[in-house]
């Protein structure tokens, strides 16, 4: 199984803040990773897929990078609807999509 | 827009079977090149991949849940089910419903349901 590690596990940061989340993989996954936002209480929701492209009606502040083993996901700045929890999630092992531990995004 | 919906109950005695249905509306599940997946997520956890299946009724299972998972799909109803036997209490977790959709060459979750939080419990 390809396993997704996430850093930092929280980050604290003010409206405003560029904001910078990291995952990586066990091994190289080309550019099949996603970023989803999970608001409490609320299902997931698709950002980025193919690791640098936009979802459709995402706003342009969020932004992927990064193939391989080692992928970012950066919120240029940081706007009070954006404090989430992010999750990465793999496509290179299809059908086993593994996510990410998730990356809490907290106001500072 | 397409749209998808969980239902079933949301308690389950330890042993026996969760079982939970996906009603997608907005769009024919049968129409496109589209899988349509499970996933769960234990209260304060991450997400777990719990399984896939094609309209042709073709399926794949994490290998972690493979000897108790069945999905199943209903184009007529446009719904599609999991059942999950033999339940204990980490079982307890919000399933989600998701499709998966085909974008640049890769599959992604792209819709999901509201979720619907099942307990295991006596």
């Known amino acids: 199984d390809i396993q997704m590690t996430q850093s930092p596990s929280s980050v604290s940061a003010s409206v405003g803040d560029r904001v910078t989340i990291t995952c990586r993989a066990s091994?190289?996954?080309?550019?099949?990773l996603a970023w989803y936002q999970q608001k409490p209480g609320k299902a997931p929701k698709l950002l980025i897929y193919?690791?640098?492209s936009l979802q459709s009606g995402v706003p342009s502040r969020f932004s992927g990078s990064g193939s391989g083993t080692d992928f970012t996901l950066t919120i240029s700045s940081l706007q009070p609807e954006d404090f989430a929890t992010y999750y990465c999630?793999?496509?290179?092992?299809?059908?086993?999509?593994?996510f990410g531990g998730g990356t809490k995004v907290e106001i500072k | 827009q397409v749209q998808l919906q969980e239902s079933g109950p949301g308690l389950v005695k330890p042993s026996q079977t969760l079982s939970l249905t996906c009603t997608v509306s907005?769009?024919?599940?049968?129409?496109?090149?589209?899988?349509w997946s499970w996933i769960r997520q234990p209260a304060g956890k991450g997400l777990e991949w719990i399984g896939r299946?094609?309209?042709?009724?073709?399926?794949n299972y994490n290998p972690s849940l493979k000897s108790r998972v069945t999905i199943s799909v209903d184009t007529s109803k446009n719904q599609f089910s999991l059942k999950l036997s033999s339940v204990t209490a980490a079982d307890t977790a919000v399933y989600y419903c998701?499709?998966?959709?085909?974008?640049?060459?890769?599959?992604?979750?792209?819709?999901w349901g509201q979720g619907t939080l099942v307990t295991v419990s006596s």
């Open positions: 907005g769009g024919s599940i049968s129409s496109g090149s589209y899988y």
């Open positions: 091994q190289g996954i080309s550019s099949w």
């Open positions: 193919a690791a640098s």
């Open positions: 999630q793999q496509a290179n092992s299809f059908p086993l999509l593994t």
């Open positions: 299946i094609y309209t042709s009724g073709s399926t």
């Open positions: 998701a499709r998966l959709g085909w974008l640049r060459g890769g599959y992604y979750f792209d819709y």
